[in-house]
Nanobody, 122 residues
Framework: VQLQASGGGLVQAGGSLRLSCTAS????????LGWFRQAPGKEREIVAT???????????NYADYVKGRFTISRDNAKNTVYLQMNSLKPEDTAVYYC?????????????WGQGTQVTVSS
C-alpha cells in the first residue's frame, strides 16, 4: 500500500484546511486509516483514526486536543481518507502523516504516507 497525502499549507489561526490521503496498490476498504502529526522537536502523536466501514458504520476516534475541531472521514470509492481541520491554532503546526493498517495485524500502523506540512500563523 502506498499513501499520498496532500492539502497542507499556511493558514491563519481560526482558519481551515482539508487534508487528503489517497491509497494505491491495494484497496483499503478493510483497513483502519489514521492521521498523525509531528511538530519540530516533538514526538509523533495521533490525531484521528477511522475504522473500516465494510458492512455498515465506521468508528472514529480523536485525540482530545482536536476533538470538536477536526473531522476524519473516508471515501472507499476513491480509496481516500480526509481530515477536515477547522478552528486551527498555532499549536496545530506540524507535519501531518496518514497511515493505514489491517485490523488483523494488530494496533500498529504499518503503511505511512510522506507527510504534508501544516503551518498555522498567529
Amino acid at each position: 500500500v502506498q499513501l499520498q497525502a496532500s492539502g497542507g499549507g499556511l493558514v491563519q489561526a481560526g482558519g481551515s484546511l482539508r487534508l487528503s490521503c489517497t491509497a494505491s496498490g491495494r484497496n483499503v476498504d478493510s483497513y483502519f486509516l489514521g492521521w498523525f502529526r509531528q511538530a519540530p522537536g516533538k514526538e509523533r502523536e495521533i490525531v484521528a483514526t477511522v475504522s473500516s466501514n465494510i458492512g455498515g458504520t465506521s468508528y472514529t476516534n480523536y485525540a482530545d486536543y482536536v476533538k470538536g475541531r477536526f473531522t476524519i472521514s473516508r471515501d472507499n470509492a476513491k480509496n481516500t481518507v480526509y481530515l477536515q481541520m477547522n478552528s486551527l491554532k498555532p499549536e496545530d503546526t506540524a507535519v501531518y502523516y496518514c497511515a493505514a493498517r489491517q485490523e488483523s495485524s494488530g494496533p500498529t500502523y504499518v503503511y505511512w504516507g510522506q507527510g504534508t506540512q501544516v503551518t498555522v500563523s498567529s
